[in-house]
């Protein structure tokens, strides 16, 4: 005797509304989950910035050292732009007491609000780091903590 099978069998897989739905349930979780993750990729960013500042800070030591006064990034020859390209740098000032630096968010990074500018002024033997969501950057001292890294 031989026995048959049924003709119909059911078919292995998912189907298009199970796909969708799979699909719809991993976007809401990673809208959800991707600005809980922006904060530590823009402050692992910053690091680029603070690294460029501090290198640029070494520079003007070594030039005045020799020449009595602090340079303009030109008479460095430094790059106008950090290690990774997340800032731009510039020199804002230069006498012979000291100098301010800055340091632009550009790109992704200009997301990171608070921490969008760097200053790094030296005058005498002062040093002071500060930061904002402005060129002037105003932060008050634990926001400028939290961007410096400290």
């Not at 002071?128 to 890294?149: E, F, I, K, L, Y």
Request: with cysteine; proline share 3%; net charge positive.
């Amino acid at each position: 005797m031989t026995t048959r099978s049924s003709p119909r069998r059911r078919a292995a897989g998912f189907t298009l509304i199970e796909m969708l739905a799979a699909v719809s349930i991993t976007g809401v979780l990673a809208s959800i989950a991707y600005p809980s993750f922006e904060a530590p990729i823009q402050k692992a960013r910053r690091t680029d910035a603070l690294v460029a500042l501090m290198q640029l800070q070494m520079a003007e030591a070594r030039w005045h050292s020799y020449h009595r006064r602090y340079a303009t990034l030109d008479e460095l020859g430094a790059a106008p732009v950090s290690a990774n390209r997340h800032y731009t740098l510039q020199v804002v000032s230069v006498d012979d007491d000291g100098f301010a630096l800055r340091a632009t968010a550009t790109g992704l990074q200009a997301r990171d609000q608070a921490c969008r500018y760097l200053m790094l002024s030296v005058s005498g033997a002062n040093v002071v780091q500060a930061s904002g969501a402005s060129a002037d950057a105003t932060n008050p001292a634990a926001a400028n903590r939290r961007c410096w890294g400290f």
